[in-house]
């Protein structure tokens, strides 16, 4: 009897009963099974989640890996406006010169044709010094056109590129930019590269060219597979409709568009076939 | 979803490991105290069967060994025991007296069955309490992962510069997945809990009965 109730205080106190312990087994085991069981039939898995679908600004370049950031952001944004400042700011500094020049050259001209035409009625000794004379005046007169001129194209291009980074601004401020600052990049972007991805890019320029006619508004679930062949050069090669959304109107307008983005206007850092899925909802919706 | 689970962060996964643990363990001691308390509520009514058909205490405690399981069976085993010493005494006079040779039988033999009622309670009670502390902190120790998790995944939103839906929902999602293990790992232990401290209690309940009943045929036959 002693025995007995030795045994069962010594069960009260051990951390595992005898029982306990195949039991745990059996616990194990449930927590394995389960894990297996998931990965079955008996649980169908949903469809892959769709590829997020991005605003992309077109002015940015097509990259392999692009880097984290906005695809809606714009390069200029970044640091390289306060640079061509500082670029500018130089250029005058080399102008000071130009008026130099411009008064010694006059002098000189101006004081040799003003006496020449009063003796030129002789016309022996002029041949000899004038044809020197207008030949360095000729050659100083071009290079200064020269230079204006070089100066006019420089001011004008930097106009262009103004204008241009302010019309990109303000596109990527009209998509949607919260963050102003942001880099220009993918949101699931791990690579180093400044730009967006290949088939944002596509899709964008899709997107944009694409139009659809009033009457197909009513359906709102269509949906269509489209894999693009382009080259390095950016030019659609060919073109092919993994799944068709079987709505005959809405397939001819996905293929006008891509047939009117056949060209990309930049190359491309990689000629792998690209797989766009068209949503008529999420296109309109984008509208 | 095994997927968010090896997308998570260190702190997430060390969470959700601490829960798996909670869990195995939970799931362990259902299991367990399932058979025990099956086992004693069944030896406990075939043992009252057993009982109340004999008449005599010695064929009782004869065929005691086969409801070994049976907490009724345990009282009855001490009750009996402490019985028998006393007779023992009481039929050796001349023998060493001790303390207990002044006491009333009745009151000797309850002490036995109050002794025996407490350990087998406490028997059946064992790892109980692992399972209340389950149901009660698995939650918050997941939600402690999901809270960790989401702080991580809007410092990666902060870093990227977005916040739309594409960039938000996957550390959510990440994170969320502790408290959803948390709350698997809770609601089983809590409803094992609730299940089996009721089932301890109506043995509870069915030890006291068998207590009294026992001490009242002591004093019937001590009384003729």
């Known amino acids: ?74 390069v200029t944004q970044e640091k390289p406006k306060p640079k061509p400042k500082p670029k500018a700011k130089p250029k005058p500094i080399p102008l000071p010169p130009k008026p130099e020049p411009k008064p010694t050259p006059k002098p000189v001209v101006k004081p040799t044709p003003k006496p020449q035409p009063k003796p030129e009625p002789k016309p022996e000794p002029k041949p000899a010094v004038s044809k020197a004379q207008d030949d360095a005046r000729l050659d100083a007169m071009a290079a200064l056109r020269a230079k204006i001129e070089k100066q006019k194209a420089e001011e004008k291009r930097k106009n262009r590129l103004d204008a241009l980074r302010a019309a990109a601004a303000a596109e990527s401020q009209q998509i949607e930019s919260p963050v102003v600052d942001a880099p220009v990049g993918m949101l699931d972007g791990k690579g180093d590269e400044v730009g967006v991805a290949a088939v944002a890019y596509i899709r964008e320029l899709i997107q944009a060219n694409w139009s659809y006619s009033p009457y197909l508004s009513g359906i709102k679930d269509l949906e269509a597979r489209v894999r693009l062949f382009y080259n390095a050069a950016g030019e659609l090669q060919k073109y092919e409709f993994l799944e068709k959304s079987g709505v005959q109107a809405f397939d001819d307008s996905l293929t006008k568009a891509i047939i009117r983005s056949r060209n990309l206007g930049q190359s491309l850092p990689d000629t792998t076939p690209i797989t766009v899925t068209f949503n008529l909802k999420e296109l309109m919706d984008r509208r | ?119 087998e309670t406490h028997r059946l009670e064992k790892y109980l309490t692992f399972l209340a502390t389950t149901g009660s902190t698995a939650p918050f120790i997941g939600l402690f992962g999901t809270v960790w998790g ?70 019937r036959m001590e009384r003729s």
């Open chain 1, 1 to 74: 009897m002693e025995s007995s109730r030795k045994q069962r205080w010594k069960q009260l106190k051990s951390v595992f009963d005898p029982g306990f312990r195949r039991m745990l087994l059996v616990s194990l085991l449930l927590h394995i099974l389960l894990p297996i069981i998931y990965h079955t039939p008996l649980f169908p898995k949903k469809e892959p989640a769709k590829p997020p679908v991005y605003r992309v600004n077109l002015v940015n370049k097509i990259v392999k890996n692009p880097q984290a950031g906005r695809p809606e952001a714009v």
């Open chain 2, 1 to 119: 979803m095994f997927d968010l689970v090896l997308q998570a962060g260190p702190v997430v996964k060390l969470v959700l490991l601490i829960l798996v643990y909670f869990s195995l363990v939970s799931w362990a001691i259902i299991f367990y105290k399932f058979t025990i308390v099956q086992k004693a509520i069944k030896e406990s009514d075939r043992f009252l069967d057993f009982f109340w058909s004999k008449k005599r205490f010695d064929v009782v405690g004869q065929g005691i060994k086969d409801f070994s399981n049976s907490p009724l069976a345990t009282l009855f085993r001490e009750g009996y025991h402490e019985m028998l010493q006393l007779k023992k005494k009481s039929a050796n006079p001349d023998e060493d007296h001790d303390f207990s040779s002044e006491m009333d039988t009745t009151e000797i033999v309850g002490r036995a069955l109050r002794r025996a009622t407490t350990q």
């Open chain 2, 150 to 219: 989401i702080m991580d995944a809007f410092h990666g939103i902060g870093q990227t510069g977005s916040a739309s839906l594409a960039v938000v929902a996957p550390g959510i999602s990440e994170a969320l997945i502790a408290t959803a293990i948390g709350l698997a790992a809770a609601i089983p232990a809590v409803m094992g809990y609730n299940h089996f401290l009721n089932k301890v209690n109506v043995l509870i309940g069915e030890m006291d009965n068998f207590s009294q009943e026992f001490l009242n045929i002591v004093e």
